[in-house]
């Protein structure tokens, strides 16, 4: 029998994460069955989806704009891939003939410039619009997709909206093609003034851009919040920043960039740089580049994957370097394990880990991993995505430390970013900062890192909020009999590790995982929960979903093997009012006893 459930936070199927917004992040999948159909590739759900998660699902504007790059260079039987630089565009290229190799002949790289000198110097230089587009057969897109999703080097969907408008005009050309161009064009109506929303302007639909007063835009860009595109420089500054500590309050992007001495107590404090801070198109990025600047520095050796990680990181590190050492627990024994290969003579490149872990929030032993890092001279690199560096301080214990923007420290669900943090006192910074100094390429597009930097304007204050609402949703949780286990670092067997590393007024994040002891409990919590359901974490309003069916749904048995059970349902707690949210809560529990 089909249970009729009315939510307040209903969102259909396929619908974007905030709905009308056109450059979210996430996609409503409002049920476990939705979720299933999902991974299974069922029509019901893949038809309705008007976007996704953006490295699992590319955006239909990227897809609109690659297609009409394969009409005017490829062949009816290609397909591409969009990337910011040529670099990139080769690893992919790199990438899919290593797979393919008979395909070698097939596969080639399309680059797209402004088309002058002028153009690229002026206006344009503060953005560099420009596309690499890999071009390969369609029987290869399945490998190219793997390259796109773990390396995380997409063009954003905004970068493809703004360039796919120069293409159509002519003002976007392979660099062989410039002499004798025509006039150019300062593109789509909404960058030829400084401010990207111009709601007195009417529609110019002429080149495919949208309407300033499509409600998409209207609600996305917040009743007409103005995005000046020639404070990117400052934009990425202020974020910078803010990562590296010194900026902890709520100001406008001028104070943020006024005075380089003008930081609180906590600033002064602070062990981390903005001159060590670098911004990525997406955290996995961040972690991709890492690993990959790692073995250029140190060469081509294995890594420790330590604790049970968010899919990528793994695959990465097996498909794009000689391979792992995979810990799934996260244990001591394991560090043991790892200590006597150490003392054998095997030698690593690095360890990544998460700290805490996803989606069992447990934390690493960072001290230890340290001290056998300083022995035996491997890399150690951290991922404080979940734990955020505002709750939890890890710098000391790595050289690396890695996080996805896109999570809490934006919150709106509306726009990508990562960022990676050099060690400065780091036994290998040196050694890193050369290499970071010869490959960095800032790659985060303009009007990204303008979303970004206002929307991370109150962090501060949303992470102490969020940290509270969490605590109070666990004590629901762990409250009732049907429930097996909540997974949050408070309550972990691991607490002391996070402790050690939590900073004088962090709390435990916003991230919580919940078991029952059967599966038609899971379910039926999961459906009767008022809040909106998809992939993504770190909003600012509470998103929940059954983790490991969405992230591992072709290896559940493998997942089991280290622990972690597919009828878990992972929650994100957002900034709703506590007694409303604790309220919400309680009524999905209640439907378990019915």
């Known amino acids: ?81 969009l990337f910011p630089t040529h670099v990139i565009a080769e690893r992919c290229q790199k990438f899919i003939i290593s797979r393919l190799p008979d395909e070698e002949q097939h596969v080639r790289i399309v680059d797209l410039v402004p088309i002058s000198e002028k153009a690229r110097s002026e206006e344009l230089a503060i953005i560099s619009p420009q596309v690499s587009a890999v071009l390969f057969p369609q029987e290869a897109f399945k490998v190219a997709k793997q390259f796109w999703q773990h390396s995380g ?37 909404r960058y030829q003034n400084k401010s990207s929303i111009d709601l ?47 900026l902890t309050a709520d100001v406008g992007l001028s104070e943020a960039v006024s005075s380089k001495s003008d930081v609180n107590e906590v600033a002064k404090h602070s062990d981390r740089s903005e001159d060590d801070v670098y911004l990525y198109p997406c955290g996995m990025s961040s972690i991709f580049n890492t690993h990959r600047n790692l073995m250029a520095t140190k060469g081509s050796l294995k890594s420790v994957v330590y604790g049970f990680p968010y899919i990528d990181t793994l695959k990465i590190v097996e498909k794009f370097g000689p391979g792992s050492q995979f810990y799934g627990f996260g244990s001591s024994e394991e560090l043991d394990d790892l200590e006597k290969r150490l003392e054998g003579g095997e030698r690593f490149l690095a360890l990544f880990t998460e700290f805490p872990g996803n989606p069992q929030l447990r934390s690493p032993d960072l001290k230890r991993i340290r001290a056998l890092a300083d022995k035996y001279d491997f890399y150690v ?25 896109t999570k809490i420290f934006s919150g709106d669900s509306n726009v990508m970013g990562g960022s990676l943090v050099l060690n400065p006192k780091g036994k290998h910074y040196n050694e890193l900062k050369q290499t970071w100094s010869r490959d960095y390429e800032d790659n985060h597009w303009a009007e990204d890192s303008i979303f970004l930097e ?4 109150d962090f501060v204050s949303r992470i102490e909020r969020i ?10 949780l762990r409250a009732h009999p049907r429930v097996k286990k909540v997974y949050y670092p408070k309550y972990s067997e691991t607490r002391a590790n996070y402790d050690n590393c939590r900073t004088p007024t962090g709390g435990y994040g916003g991230l919580l995982s919940v078991t029952f002891y059967s599966k038609e409990d899971s379910v039926a919590f999961f459906d009767h929960l008022d809040a909106v359901k998809g992939p ?14 969405l992230a591992h749904y072709g290896e559940l048995d493998w997942c089991a093997s280290w622990g972690v059970e597919a009828d878990l349902v992972r929650v994100s707690v957002g900034l709703e009012e506590p007694r409303k949210l604790v309220s919400t809560f309680q009524r999905a529990l209640e439907s378990l006893s019915s």
């Open 1 to 81: 029998m089909t249970v009729s459930i009315q939510n307040e936070n209903d969102v259909e199927v396929g619908e974007s994460i905030p709905p009308m917004t056109a450059h979210a992040v996430s996609v409503s999948l409002p049920t476990w069955k939705a979720n299933v159909g999902y991974e299974e590739g069922e029509d019901w759900v893949v038809k309705s989806m008007k976007t996704g998660y953006p490295r699992f699902f590319i955006h239909k504007t990227i897809e609109a704009f690659a297609s009409d790059i394969v009409s005017k260079h490829g062949q009816t039987s290609q397909r591409a891939m």
């Open 153 to 189: 080097d997409g063009v954003s969907s905004r970068r493809a909206e703004y360039c796919h408008g120069l293409f159509k005009e002519g003002v976007l050309v392979e660099p062989s093609t410039i002499e004798g161009s025509p006039k150019f064009c300062k593109g789509p109506r």
């Open 200 to 246: 007195g302007r009417p529609a110019d639909k002429s080149n495919g851009n949208i309407d300033p007063q499509d409600p998409t835009r209207f609600v996305e860009e917040r009743f007409g919040r103005n995005l000046d595109i020639s404070k990117t420089r400052n934009a990425k500054l202020a974020v910078r920043r803010r990562i590296a500590g010194s």
């Open 381 to 405: 690199v951290v991922d404080e995505t979940i734990g955020n560096f505002l709750n939890v301080n890890v710098l000391p214990y790595a050289d690396v430390v890695v996080s996805s923007l």
């Open 454 to 457: 206002r929307n991370s304007r």
């Open 467 to 476: 940290n509270i609402n969490a605590e109070a949703i666990c004590d629901v």
């Open 536 to 549: 993504s974490l770190g909003t600012n309003f509470t998103l929940s979903s059954p983790y490991v069916i």
